[in-house]
């Protein structure tokens, strides 16, 4: 599933569940790792079940970057709402990466911005996807990007659970319809429901690994 050529460079997947970033570096030319504590059957690369937090602190200094998606359940305020108790990851994750000295980024979902350092926003729409899919980053070890412009929403979003009006962008989450046009439009063939309602588009990552190489490197990926 690489379009890349290789760049020489590992990337470590933390808390991976299908594999919408995975897909990204791979393009962006990395070797891909995944770790998540849950088994991945769909995940397309290297996968390792285990404690996130736990492979950071024994194997993250192995690696030339690390990608961390923490799950985002403990700050969506629908969790909330409903009484559902999930850990709060991002600060042990973040001291676990900081401890490696390596270059990483976190990423999460808007609701989890007072957790985050300086994050900055990825959109959907701006990679020309159907869906906005916010995004937040938060980047650290010496390794910063510059996101694309948020472009203004124009289309209306259709409501949750609902297929998607004409004209109209997608919510891809809870049991939405239309997995197929989900994956057509994020590049996610093989994830089912589960995975695509909580992956992050492979574009978002190959930005952030392309982004990185020239930094690394000092050549455009």
Known sequence: MNTALPNGLRVLDLFCKQGGAAKGYADAGFDVTGVDVDPQPRYPYRFIQADAVAFIREHGAEFDFIHASPPCQFYTQCQRIQGREHPALIAPT???????????????????APELRDPVTLCAAVFGMRTYRHRLFETGGGFTFTPPRHLPHLAPLTKMGRPRAAGHFAHYVGNFSGVQEARDDMGVPWMNRDGIRECIPPAYAELIGRAFVTSRLGVAA
């Not at 990466?97 to 989890?112: H, K, M, S, Y």
């Open 94 to 112: 973040r001291a676990a990466l900081e401890a490696t000295g390596r270059p990483w980024v976190i990423e999460n979902v808007e609701d989890a």
